[in-house]
DNA sequence: TATGAATGAGTTTTCATTCAT
DNA sequence: AATGAATGAAAACTCATTCAT
């Protein structure tokens, strides 16, 4: 579902002027009915994130999401199989938007070290990484665990993250720069950027980005610069 | 609602035979009315956690819980106000309990990386932290977020669970054994637990739990051993 | 059930420190247990019309009225075979208590004007048709219409309260002081009564008692002193 | 809600072959979508009246309105909030029902006897004063007591009823032909009504419609052909 | 007598889905 | 494609009544 250059087309969340933030669309209506009509999916699937993040799936009721989408409760069907279908479709956008990000401002190639504090950057200082985003992502995650549907689109996102985070940590390893153990490493991270994630995503007063970050980078110090094992 | 010998009196989770776990109560059905009614309540708190874990808050119905409980649909009614009441009571008991549980095995006196060790080890080898616990722990937590009855639960249940751990890390920075700065290395430790739950209450078969506590102790030794700042 | 004595027993209403008006027992707890059983009987019914007063009868619960009564829910069942048998007593004590009221405080054997004048006054000066009275009693009217023992106890009563009208103004118009219809001006008379006390019961701001009082007086002068026919 | 021609489109009452009366519609369902859901929000309205009347308010189930009005039971939640909302747009459909009726037939600049007559006239012996609205009327009346929205609704249509009674008298008064206080012929005027058409809710039976009106002219004779003050 | 725990039928409310226009 | 009226199943909530103690 998510194209090339949805990130181009839209932006997806807005600093409102009361601080807060929210989902919205940047693209101007479109002129084509074909256009229309896929704008009116995307603007769907935005309504979703948004209702998601602010209530959880299954508070989200269906009228919600279209009136938010200024369109009628019908048209649902037309682009979706139901409302579960949308709720999956939305995910996916989620998970592939994140990853293109990444993929897009985080070059495996460049020095490790370098390459995993650009991404924690990246994660913890873009907008991409919001609590709205986040929100939506843990509701989604942990709804996952009794709808297989979503445990698909997690399953898949996960391969791919774990494996990018292990190519970075692998190469350090290489470079003879990590001092423990290269899969407990990994786990260590994940687990800790999962648990930062999470608590932003519940209380965004919780720590700065520039905090969270920090705390990713100690991380790092503390796992490469030890005594040799 | 939590009391003293709450976790003398029941087991609250139990391995099937088919490999799943089960709260399920200890306690024989006693004989006088006041403790009768004392242990149905207790029954319909145990009810609620297994259904959360199994489905999440939202998916359960008080059919479910009451016919899990034996007891009949009204009687919800008679010892909570109502669905959400005995919700956040759930949510409390599980708090609680953590909290009991370490309190009774995590001795903060000890030397501070034994007592470390020593909660690693609780937390993630004892039935107290299993996949169903974690589980509605993780339902309760996500939906914190639009509730506020259960975001009153989880603050000061993070409050003190913060404070424990503050105090033990503090007590090896003081030792000149901690080589990070003391508030980072605390965030990052819970983060990485609360992570390292959170992939297990998703997916119980990611990590055993000897493998997670070992990789918290990587995490000891990495903040612990590397070079002075 | 409404007894002889049963108005010096008890004060049923009370003004409050808050100006408003409250049933209450003034009896004290009595010692033998034969006393207490009739004691918590009456406080039973005393609690229902307070209870129907403030939100009607299919809004009262059997919980609030015993909780009123300081009593057990259970304890309904001894006195009355159901909510339905105590809301009927109730209504009846409320129409024996006016009943007796007049009887006590309304000779039929004076002067008929000033006995009409007499019953204006005992019927809106006096403690027994109050606010509360009144809102229980337009309550159980109105349910009488779909209740068949409600609609007998105010077929008896009603019997009673025109036959007691029909002889004043009988008298009346057998000294030749009324110059309208005999029945037609019982009609208008017992109809105005109706409607102010209806309207007192609803809003109990909208008249002063002296006010309606003073209302029925003009009526008895202008059915009295008009043109011979 | 009420509109200018809502008496018109529809006629809500029958005289059934059994000798009962009954709510209907009058209009054939109409052909155009948007008439037909117009139509179906005034058969649930009637429906409502109709159960009102027969049961009072909080004896009438959702069920019943819906099945009385040949709708699913959901519909209610697309042209009422709920149940209450339903209920009070009942009730100002009535009060704006008696009204509009009132204005229609009944006109002030006639000379002020004959305009009261009229008035009496129109609303006993008319479809529009009978049993049915009337027995809805004092349910929804004496629920009012208890209910703020009601309460509102009849407030309003008190002022509106009284204002226009006001208009009536005063002019007689001031044509000298009004020989006792204007405040307190009016209040016993509108209480005697109130309190015929209360009694004519409960027993249809106890007047006939004619014997009534006649009361109500007695009522006239009395209050302006006695002796001047 | 008196209690209050327990029941379960009855009712309202919610809301995804369907479908005629 | 798009609308929104209409449906009805699912769920929570209410509360009179029952009954063991």
Redesign the pocket.
Known sequence: MATENQSENNIYRNEEPNGSTRFVSSRIKPKT?KE??EW??RELVFATLLCVAEKGI?????????SRA??????????FK???D?MVQACKYLCDDFRMHIDKNVKTNDDPWKALDHLVTTTFETPYFNDVSLAAWFSFWIASRNDDDLKLVYKEYYEWYRGYIHKLFERADKLGQLHTDLDQTIDAFVSMTDGLWLELSIDVTKYSPEYAASVCREFFKAFSQRMPK
Chains 1, 2, 3, 4 share one sequence.
């Open positions: 009915q229309i009509t009116r999916k299954h508070q989200t009721t269906v009228e919600e999401i279209t200024n369109v009628s409760r019908g048209l649902i069907r037309h682009h139901n409302k579960q949308l």
